[in-house]
């Protein structure tokens, strides 16, 4: 079975504390992965893209890094938040030889 | 630069009522078109989508038509329920991925 899964669901983190968020897919060997933010309310704003292990794309960085370690993992990280970065994170990925994207549950993160 | 435009931010509807949400976008060549469904704290789902153009897509009683001519992709239903509640966003194909709409919220009451 194909799955996609983010962890941790939701944490509530203070202003200038790390932050590291994962996902973590099954089923298929080298998809394409996306990190998209969402800010309460708003639209969905691609944030990452990876192809491939060790290869990062960024299209809007909002103080935020992303790194692929393995063919199956995909983490977004920070070293200092803001409370800007509150919001909804979405992974996503593309399970087949199309484009479609397919979204994980997401992280809800406050800054406080 | 490839963007969608969604017009109605609030959609606010009774039970089987009919249902238009606009959408118009703007990119080269004849990308995929998409419809994506957010159910409150949830990601969003792939509700359909559309590869060639002129061509309708459909699914779970919504549907959208590929319009080439007025470079729009509005997404309908003729009897909406109160689980179809949530957010819908119109995407486009821009580069490596998506990119979505603004989103339009509808609200179906009992």
């Known amino acids: 079975a194909q799955t996609i899964h983010q962890w941790p669901v939701a944490e509530i983190k203070a202003v200038g504390s790390p932050l590291s968020l994962g996902c973590t897919i099954k089923?298929?060997?080298?998809?394409?992965l996306y990190w998209y933010w969402q800010a309460t309310g708003g639209t969905l704003q691609q944030l990452f893209y990876?192809?491939?292990?060790?290869?990062v794309e960024s299209v809007v960085q909002l103080n935020l890094s992303a790194s692929r370690p393995k063919d199956d993992q995909f983490i977004l990280s920070t070293e200092k938040l803001l409370l800007s970065h509150s919001g909804f994170y979405l992974c996503?990925?593309?399970?087949?030889?199309?484009?479609?994207?397919?979204f994980g549950e997401g992280s809800r993160l406050i800054v406080v | 630069g490839d963007s969608v435009i969604q017009m109605q931010g609030q959609v606010t509807l009774s039970e089987n009522d009919f249902l238009f949400i606009n959408c118009t976008y703007s990119?080269?060549?004849?990308?995929?078109l998409f419809w994506y469904v957010q159910y409150s704290g949830e990601g969003p789902q792939l509700l359909l989508q559309?590869?060639?153009?002129?061509n309708k897509g459909s699914s779970r009683g919504f549907e959208a038509t590929y319009d080439k001519g007025t470079t729009s992709f509005h997404l309908q239903k003729t009897s909406v329920q109160e689980i179809d509640s949530a957010v819908y966003y119109c995407?486009?194909?821009?580069?490596?991925?998506?990119?979505f709409g603004t989103g339009t919220t509808v609200s179906v009451s009992p």
């Open positions: 996503a990925w593309v399970r087949d030889s199309g484009n479609t994207l397919y």
């Open positions: 089923g298929k060997s080298s998809p394409n």
């Open positions: 990876s192809i491939t292990v060790g290869q």
């Open positions: 990119t080269t060549g004849y990308p995929t």
């Open positions: 559309v590869t060639t153009a002129n």
């Open positions: 995407a486009t194909q821009g580069g490596r991925a998506l990119i």
